[in-house]
């Protein structure tokens, strides 16, 4: 896991207190400065992703339209859907590859894979140079820029050097995440939310401005290149890679006997497709490991969905007159009388943003119930499946999309239900569309909080906030009373210690005592390098932090807690060989330096790379300069919440548990603390994974 | 100051390890319910007081517009000046007789002391019930119903009595306070987001979540009831009690250019102001201690403002057309032609949001620059005033009418500089207003993320939230260089132990050792009770928290650390008498409960009031179970910011700092490290007020 609390050794205090509060600022300014930095850069890529989606659909739809209409009236349409197939697989297999062959890690969403990260669990190569979604991409470019070097390019800037610890990097990270949401979304203070939301513990107000900050940065720099793109130079309203449309005029407001009908929406809708949703997830999980087999799966994928959707589309009959003012990119004539166009068409023919759109915006009417609902279980289907596939996709469209599908389709169907008389109160199917939308997503992913501030930023009305915000509460209670949320099942999937907000409600009987490992290995502060090297090599236990004790001199005592010592950092002590025999002799060497643990930071090579003589084994070494002095400890009889508490808000790694003579009689490491779960029965144990 | 850290006694411990899963299901639900009420009364108020204030002021302008119509032809208009300052001055005294009499706290806006208690500081009666404006009165409401009684109505409902602590009533606090903004401004998010930056120090995502059902259940409240008193019930579109009215159409885009000008507002204008402000406030204090004269000076404010106005509005020649779709509810005709109407009274003669509303949203043209910049400069100084003065007043409302008056004669003047031709891009002065107020308001307050949410929801439109945040940031900026916000002068002037985010940045050469204070009184865990009484009895510590020790038997060691007991404790104890020897004798005597603390919880009576014998002294109380046996504690070679971070992130009291033999050595307490301060010529020490 990541040390979120600084380790204050003598270096470190001798450091900061050498440096002048100019360098403070100097320091504040560049954390200012790598923030816009990371803004920049994730705005650049969202811009660019745009850019390169909307390319590649124009030409995928523009040569298969093309091919239908040539078809349409000569017959021979299967060549058409084989040319879509054909077209849909080729996109997909070279993401497929990448991932596959290149970056397993890379599959899904990576909002999981963040989470983790935010809450302090290290998943090795998470944050380093790939591709993939928007949010993922963010906190990339965050890990990458705020270390002033890529260990994937082999480049070091000798820049922000002073970044290089795993509680800066945590920090930048989540900038990066939000700005991640604030391109896809054009919401930044959703993105600033989602931040908070996944992964901070402790509120930091200056750390939220500068997330702020990053975020606002990353909309302004898509905003603006894409205002370029369009040939509208410098107009900025546009919004996020994800644009809703805005939800404008008298059609917005809502009345008060809807929000029954609303909260309702939220808590049944998603949930019965959330029921099929979560008896499928383990189906749809990537059991298929071999990268080619994964390609090909991928592959099949686009191909049945290229086939269901033109299936769906063949088959239907639902035409529609194409106004003047139509919004569809590429109308689809096929069976349908000149002036018209097939609406399933509309839905399925698209890329899923613009049918959302399409969904929340078009006239009422546009849309027949039975087009939807098809729709709305075959894309729920082919979702499932997608989603467990070695390519990087999110969920959060696709969600979006089938929400917004049954939504509008709830709206029509209150439409025909209620007398003729009322029908203007149901005028807008649209409106229901938002609705469902937000409760699918929300019965999925669980954020409430920023999930409002990111559909509402997202829709450019905050009108609807509350109606949103009820469904997002109501997805929530009644989701969390079935199943827990997608991205947590994820986690669990991975049996990483994942500590959640607050300790187990019933885990007061537990003390610290019950919960630590013991016993512990400890060193000496003065210790023969033999001893750690022994310690470091032994496999079976594998610990990280390790407490330092002292004995007191000339007396029979058991000795004393003193301090507490990383792997990583005896790893780089031993390296450069800082032992007391080599220093007596060597009087001009060079003393070690915090820089030197910096340039280590963060992949610190194993202790088998280490060669240490066996004349070297019977040195010394002086740990004192190099621990934490001051570790965080607690009595033995401190209560499971109460150590929690203190883990969680500080962010620590290793907490040492003292009695009474402040000797050490054990460990609380992330791993004690994530393995007591509240299930259906009371408190369980969790089998974690070894991380 | 507050505890926030739980008092883990053996009572506590056993309480809790008593409670089932369903027990805690309870819990948890009540405070649902608990954060639910609060957000309903809140919304109540907030509608009772919109109400309420719509009446006074529609009844006050609808006689002095008569009186003032009956003598524009007769002349004698002096009389109708008399009447509005009469009616002022009636208005204010009722509010300033309550203020200066009663509640002396109750004056100005309630969110430095708001922002006080959320910290950590007690303020004496600041969560009374009392009037005041929204944030406060939410804040108050959170602090009655969650304890389930009322000391100011002498009831006791016997409920909640779990939450009667420290830690869950400033969880409730919080929700009142967001639920209070909510309601203000229609922007629950908002809420949400202001009560985290003003208070919370430790994130919690259920807290935020019952916060966010607080917060929308008010504003639900207050749409709910107003669209019934409006006669459109069930239409819940209405935002809060302060209604910027909805920015829609096309003339809510904006330019790239416009940027640069937007920062330059927020950096430039409001500065200018807050320099003469800042100047203003050691004037504008109340120096006046005697409420009589309070009084009189808050009645000869209301009246001098009458006449400023009434004379600026009698002098101003700006008449401008009554066109069919005019916003103004009372326009003033006096000299002007008939079917026009004077602009200067828009400004002056019109409840302030009203003003507001329509400096935002009027047609370019309606007010010519003049008008504009007379009234920003008298309004300015005649709310400076006000400020100081004992009634409850805010200082939000003010900023955003004066910001938006300068923000619109700049638009105005940007109008009139550029040629012609481009007069199109110019056009909207009602966007430069909103920018307007948002820098005035920023530059006052300070509170970039929140603020930015709450103008965002306020107006309805998520367009200008770019530019917004744009202009909050550098109001902040460039603001925090000449003057810390207004709400930390306040916090400054009142001299309270108001801990910051982060320690000082160059305090790492300083140490628990050189903070604590020292030495410290302890207690023996089995003590006498003349001692206690006597340690309590001094008046010249007059400690709060007092270490528990313990010596180890047949050793001539010092003792060692077993425990933290407070003087609220202590007292209760004394109160009941739980002496070693009255056991003994009375074995069938009820053992003191958790209840009885919680029943003498917040106002504990003082040690003078507990009346103890002689004899009594000479008995021994048994602390053991009743101190917190596992406080935090530190070695004395801690760091200051590793002290200052413990103590904000677990909101602690009191941190016993020993040696290395768990030996008490010294008290950090919340003073000894508010007192830090990084001043112009680096760390400073503050003089800091006895609380």
Chains 1, 2 share one sequence.
């Not at 569809?328 to 002036?339: M, R, S, T, V």
């Not at 610990?543 to 792997?567: A, W, Y």
């Amino acid at each position: 896991s990541l040390d979120y609390d600084n380790i204050e050794n003598q270096l470190f205090l001798e450091e900061e207190r050498k440096m002048s509060y100019m360098g403070f600022r100097c320091l504040e300014i560049s954390r200012w400065v790598v923030c816009g930095l990371i803004g920049f850069l994730t705005g650049l890529i969202a811009c660019f992703i745009d850019i390169v989606v909307e390319q590649l659909a124009g030409i995928k739809y523009q040569v298969v339209k093309e091919n239908i209409e040539k078809f349409t009236e000569v017959g021979g349409l299967s060549i058409s859907l084989l040319l879509w197939a054909v077209l849909n697989s080729a996109i997909v297999m070279l993401g497929a590859i990448i991932v596959a062959f290149f970056e397993p890690i890379a599959a899904g969403s990576g909002i999981p894979q963040i989470k983790c990260y935010l809450n302090g669990i290290k998943i090795p190569r998470v944050v380093r140079l790939k591709e993939g979604p928007m949010i993922h991409s963010g906190a990339v470019v965050a890990a990458g820029v705020s270390q002033g070097r890529s260990t994937s390019l082999k480049r070091d800037f000798k820049i922000f050097e002073y970044f290089r610890r795993d509680t800066e990097k945590r920090d930048f990270v989540s900038a990066g995440a939000a700005a991640g949401v604030s391109a896809a979304f054009g919401a930044p203070v959703g993105g600033v939310l989602f931040s908070l939301e996944e992964g901070a513990s402790f509120w930091n107000q200056m750390l939220t401005w500068r997330i702020f900050f990053a975020s606002m940065i990353s909309t302004f720099t898509l905003n603006f290149f894409l205002s370029i793109y369009h040939n509208k130079p410098g107009e900025l309203s546009n919004p996020g890679l994800i644009n809703f449309g805005r939800f404008q005029g008298d059609s917005v407001a809502y009345n008060l006997y809807e929000i029954p009908l609303f909260i309702a929406m939220g808590a049944i809708g998603k949930n019965m497709l959330l029921l099929i949703f979560d008896s499928l997830i383990p189906l749809t999980r990537v059991y298929v490991h071999r990268p080619c087999l994964q390609v090909m799966e991928a592959m099949l994928v686009a191909a049945v969905t290229a086939t269901v959707s033109f299936t769906m589309i063949y088959f239907s009959n639902d035409c529609q007159p194409l106004g003047p003012e139509h919004t569809e990119e590429y109308p689809l004539q096929l069976f349908c009388a000149d002036g018209e166009y097939n609406s399933m068409a509309t839905a399925f023919f698209n890329t899923p943003e613009r049918s959302v759109r399409s969904l929340f915006h078009n006239q009422p009417g546009t849309y027949n119930p039975l087009t939807l609902g098809l729709f709305t279980l075959t894309y729920f289907f082919l979702a499932c499946w997608t989603y467990g596939l070695a390519v990087s996709a999110g969920v959060f469209i696709p969600s979006l999309l089938i929400g917004a599908a049954w939504g509008r389709l709830c709206g029509i169907l209150l439409a025909t239900i209620t007398p003729d008389g009322s029908v203007s109160i149901w005028a807008d199917p649209g409106k229901y569309a938002l609705i469902g939308a937000a409760a699918q997503l929300g019965g999925i992913v669980r954020m409430t909080l920023s999930l409002t501030v990111i559909m509402v930023e997202a829709t450019g009305n905050v009108t609807y906030g509350l109606p949103i915000m009820l469904v997002l509460m109501t997805a929530k209670i009644v989701g969390d009373y079935f199943v827990e949320g997608l991205y947590d099942i994820h986690i669990k999937l991975q049996s990483v210690p994942f500590l959640h907000w607050e300790a187990p409600a019933t885990s007061h009987w537990l003390t610290a005592r019950e919960v630590m490992s013991s016993p512990v290995t400890c060193l000496n502060r003065i210790e023969k390098v033999g001893t750690i090297v022994d310690t470091l090599s032994n496999t079976s236990t594998n610990h990280n932090g390790f407490p330092v004790v002292v004995k007191v001199s000339g007396s029979d005592e058991p000795p004393k807690l003193c301090g507490l010592i990383l792997r990583s950092q005896l790893i780089v002590l031993l390296k450069h060989k800082v032992f007391v025999e080599l220093a007596r002799s060597r009087l001009t060497q060079r003393k070690l330096q915090l820089k030197d643990f910096r340039d280590a930071y963060p992949r610190f090579p194993p202790i088998q790379s280490i060669h240490v003589s066996q004349d070297e084994r019977e040195c010394m070494m002086d740990l004192t300069e190099f621990m934490n002095a001051t570790p965080y400890t607690v009595p033995q009889e401190t209560s499971l919440p109460r150590v929690f508490k203190l883990f969680r808000a500080l962010g620590l790694r290793h907490l040492v548990v003292v009695d009474d003579e402040n000797r050490v009689v054990g460990l609380v490491t992330r791993k004690d603390l994530a393995r007591y779960h509240l299930g259906k029965h009371g408190l369980e144990e969790l089998q974690l994974a070894q991380t």
